[in-house]
């Protein structure tokens, strides 16, 4: 499982900054381009709509990661450690009830004739191309939910990456206010010579 956990990451954290990081640079370079030549990326529009798309898709694998998405735990407040534990199990197994029927409709359309038909207004781009990172993120998705159950039913933490964040953050909220409360250090004091003669 770490291993599975450990591919996981790296293919979340590499497509979801890498198409966002793809999208600022078609931006930048269009930009320059149209103020120092003149000249027009037509497609760079798309190309960046597309980019953020597909980067909206794979970051939220990324935020579901950390636990960062919306969420109510008014329930939660009012239940014992073993009453959370169950609402947990319930929430991911309707999350991953949602993600299945909703990733398995996303790879049914792209089968849809309209998908391999249609393309895109500029870079001629098949629909299916242009909405690939639907099913992608939803599939990510509900892997990553896999993983997270399979931790939940196992007793250990399930959102490793979140606990280690917000450790790393309080040791650095510790060692700050240390810092803040250690006095200055003295340097040595040089009366020089004849100093202690003129004080006698």
Request: glycine share 8%; hydrophobic share 50%; with cysteine.
């Amino acid at each position: 499982m770490a291993a599975f956990d450990r591919v996981l990451t790296r293919v979340e954290n590499v497509l979801a900054a890498g198409s966002l990081g793809l999208a600022a640079l078609v931006a930048i370079v269009a930009v320059l381009l149209r103020t120092t030549t003149g000249q027009i990326l037509f497609w760079s529009e798309e190309a960046v709509i597309l980019l953020v798309i597909t980067s909206t898709f794979l970051g939220a694998v990324v935020t579901l990661r950390y636990d960062e998405h919306v969420n109510v735990d008014l329930v939660a407040l009012f239940l014992s450690e073993r009453g959370k534990r169950v609402l947990a199990l319930i929430g991911i197994a309707v999350t991953l009830v949602y993600l299945g029927i909703v990733g398995a409709f996303a790879w049914l359309v792209l089968a849809e004739p309209y998908a391999r038909l249609t393309l895109t207004p500029a870079l001629k781009l098949p629909l299916w191309l242009a909405t690939l990172p639907v099913p992608v993120g939803f599939t990510l998705m509900f892997l990553r939910a896999c993983e997270i159950a399979s931790r939940m039913l196992s007793g250990r933490d399930p959102y490793p990456a979140r606990t280690a964040e917000r450790e790393a953050e309080e040791a650095a909220e510790l060692e700050a206010e240390g810092a803040i409360g250690r006095p200055p250090d003295e340097g040595p004091t040089d009366d020089g010579p004849g100093r202690g003669e003129a004080g006698r």
